[in-house]
């Protein structure tokens, strides 16, 4: 099977860097994505690693490391609107020229103050 | 960029009663669905993976003949919540892989069971 673990709720104010951490466990093991959702919606897409190292999206930074099976991302210069979940998922793949599946972790609920 | 279309985003219905949801790629044809579940505060929970043309794959735990799932072409997708009850009110969303680790999600059925 698959598991995720990240912290349940992350608070920080306005202008600050949080790191949200993600352990997994998971067999057919294709990259770690991040997506943010906000109460009621749709997930949106943040950051994905396919391999080990930094991806660098704006304020947005998403790391890897396929050995230790972890990852983080990086929110830098928070906002109020980044108040939302935050949710990474393993992209799982067991047949060649399949997409795969998203499993996602828990979720982080981050809230940004003043 | 893709876009996938879930109706209705709200429904209320009573229990013991069935209800659909359509989901529709709008601009690409989507061979695989994937169909989840999010109860308030909680995690996305794949329920199950809709192929055109063949059975869905569901995953553990989750009732095949309570939730049926219906991928009659390359753009369309349906849950049907079969004899629903107060418990299996919850969000349920729906989301295709547009290509590699690219996924995109309906926004969402809020489903009340009174």
């Known amino acids: 099977g698959q598991s995720l673990e990240q912290p349940s709720e992350v608070t920080a104010v306005e202008g600050a860097i949080v790191q949200i951490n993600c352990t997994y466990q998971?067999?057919?093991?294709?990259?770690l994505s991040w997506y943010q959702q906000h109460d009621g919606g749709a997930p949106t897409f943040l950051s994905y690693?396919?391999?080990?190292g930094l991806e660098e999206t704006g304020r947005f930074s998403s790391f890897l490391s396929r050995s230790d099976s972890y990852g983080y991302l990086l929110l830098q210069e928070l906002q109020m609107k980044d108040s939302a979940s935050y949710f990474c998922?393993?992209?799982?793949?067991?047949?060649?020229?399949?997409?795969?599946?998203?499993?996602f972790g828990q979720g982080t609920e981050l809230s940004v103050k003043p | 960029g893709a876009v996938v279309s879930q109706h209705p985003s709200r429904v209320i219905c009573k229990s013991g009663t069935s209800v659909k949801i359509e989901c529709r790629s709008l601009?690409?044809?989507?061979?695989?669905m994937f169909w989840y579940r999010q109860f308030p505060k909680q995690s996305l929970m794949l329920m199950a993976t809709?192929?055109?043309?063949?059975?869905?794959?569901?995953e553990q735990g989750v009732e095949k003949d309570k939730f049926l799932i219906n991928h009659a072409s390359l753009t369309l997708s349906t849950l049907t919540v079969t004899s629903a009850h107060p418990e299996d009110s919850s969000f349920y969303i729906c989301?295709?892989?547009?290509?590699?680790?690219?996924?995109?999600f309906g926004s969402g059925t809020r489903l009340t069971v009174v």
């Open positions: 989301s295709a892989n547009t290509g590699g680790y690219g996924y995109t």
């Open positions: 998971t067999s057919g093991f294709y990259g």
């Open positions: 690693n396919g391999l080990d």
């Open positions: 998922a393993v992209r799982v793949v067991f047949l060649y020229n399949q997409g795969g599946k998203l499993i």
């Open positions: 601009d690409f044809q989507a061979t695989t």
């Open positions: 809709s192929n055109e043309g063949s059975k869905a794959t569901y």
